[in-house]
């Protein structure tokens, strides 16, 4: 079966940077769309980007300019590159993938996600 793994996050200052990761595993076909949300305390998750199999992003206005989306097929791997970063960026940072498998059909899913803080 597909399992996402989330990593990257942790403590960062406002302004400060951080690049996070999102890698699939199992027996996977090909891996279509793949998109960051995020949840912040008391609110419910968000779409923060998404990007197509040929590499096609978008993102949300609140990150548009700071954050960049980017995958390595080959590493069956996507990224979360976030820059500027704010306090109101603080959440849990969750992946999803569209994936087709090798027997099971399709996959769409989550990863257990990430904790994002920024703070000083």
């Known amino acids: 079966q597909v399992q996402l793994v989330e990593s990257g996050g942790g403590l960062v200052q406002p302004g400060g940077s951080l690049r996070l990761s999102c890698a699939a595993s199992?027996?996977?076909?090909?891996?279509?769309?793949m998109a960051w949300y995020r949840q912040a305390p008391g609110k419910q998750r968000e779409l923060v980007g998404d990007?197509?199999?040929?590499?096609?992003?978008n993102y949300v206005d609140s990150v548009q300019g700071r954050f960049t989306i980017s995958r390595d097929n080959a590493k069956r791997t996507m990224y979360l590159q976030m820059s500027s970063l704010k306090p109101e960026d603080t959440a849990v940072y969750y992946c999803?993938?569209?994936?087709?498998?090798?027997?099971?059909?399709?996959?769409?899913?989550w990863g257990q996600g990430t904790q994002v803080t920024v703070s000083s």
């Open positions: 999803n993938a569209d994936i087709l498998t090798i027997k099971q059909g399709r996959f769409n899913g």
């Open positions: 990007i197509s199999g040929t590499g096609r992003t």
């Open positions: 199992g027996t996977i076909f090909t891996i279509y769309t």
